[in-house]
T-cell receptor, first 111, second 113 residues
Framework: GQSLEQPSEVTAVEGAIVQINCTYQ??????LSWYQQHDGGAPTFLSY????GLEETGRFSSFLSRSDSYGYLLLQELQMKDSASYFC????????????FGSGTRLLVRP | DGGITQSPKYLFRKEGQNVTLSCEQN?????MYWYRQDPGQGLRLIYY???????QKGDIAEGYSVSREKKESFPLTVTSAQKNPTAFYLC????????????FGQGTRLTVV
């Protein structure tokens, strides 16, 4: 089966750096994506890693290592508005277009 | 503006009744998805469709049904066979290709009493 595991909750202070990990068990996928969801809202796309390595988009960076079945989202210069849930996701490398999400990590940013 | 529209935002139904949740997209995306989210939990895949007139069961399809008669529409029916239907339901779509940037609707919060 397929599964993506994330820590359930992370707490950090404003201005700090936080890393949210995602470990997965799946065979053959196109890449690892990250989404942000505020309470009561819809998930929104943050980043995508098709290849191993680091992708940077402003304050957010994402990393993928296929050999380690591992990825992470790095949030720098944390702001209060970053308090939200973060999900990793993968789409199968077959013709089905099945898209599955991790269990989610709730980030709480404190003043 | 292009996007995904789910309606209604809040829905109340009596136990034992079937209910259909609407999902419409004007992004010209081929693939569409339905997810269920319970409080404090992740997104669990109910059904997905990569092309008109074709769809596949996700991880928690029991008690749900879908149709894909048009590219832009992917309605979800929550049947009376679903044991615990109260949840937040999210519809999403992606364009075919390798990038998995999914676009989501604003969700429908279903409460069964």
């Amino acid at each position: 089966g397929q599964s993506l595991e994330q820590p359930s909750e992370v707490t950090a202070v404003e201005g700090a750096i936080v890393q949210i990990n995602c470990t997965y068990q799946t065979s053959g996928f196109y890449g690892l994506s990250w989404y942000q969801q505020h309470d009561g809202g819809a998930p929104t796309f943050l980043s995508y890693n098709g290849l191993d390595g680091l992708e940077e988009t402003g304050r957010f960076s994402s990393f993928l290592s296929r050999s380690d079945s591992y990825g992470y989202l790095l949030l720098q210069e944390l702001q209060m508005k970053d308090s939200a849930s973060y999900f990793c996701a993968v789409r199968n490398m077959d013709s089905s277009y099945k898209l599955i999400f991790g269990s989610g990590t709730r980030l709480l940013v404190r003043p | 503006d292009g996007g995904i529209t789910q309606s209604p935002k809040y829905l109340f139904r009596k136990e034992g009744q079937n209910v259909t949740l609407s999902c419409e997209q004007n992004l010209n995306h081929d693939a569409m998805y339905w997810y269920r989210q319970d409080p404090g939990q992740g997104l669990r895949l109910i059904y997905y469709s990569q092309i008109v007139n074709d769809f596949q069961k996700g991880d928690i399809a029991e008690g749900y049904s879908v149709s894909r008669e048009k590219k832009e529409s992917f309605p979800l029916t929550v049947t009376s066979a679903q044991k615990n239907p109260t949840a937040f339901y999210l519809c999403a779509s992606i364009q075919t290709g390798q990038n998995t940037e999914a676009f989501f609707g604003q969700g429908t919060r279903l409460t069964v009493v």
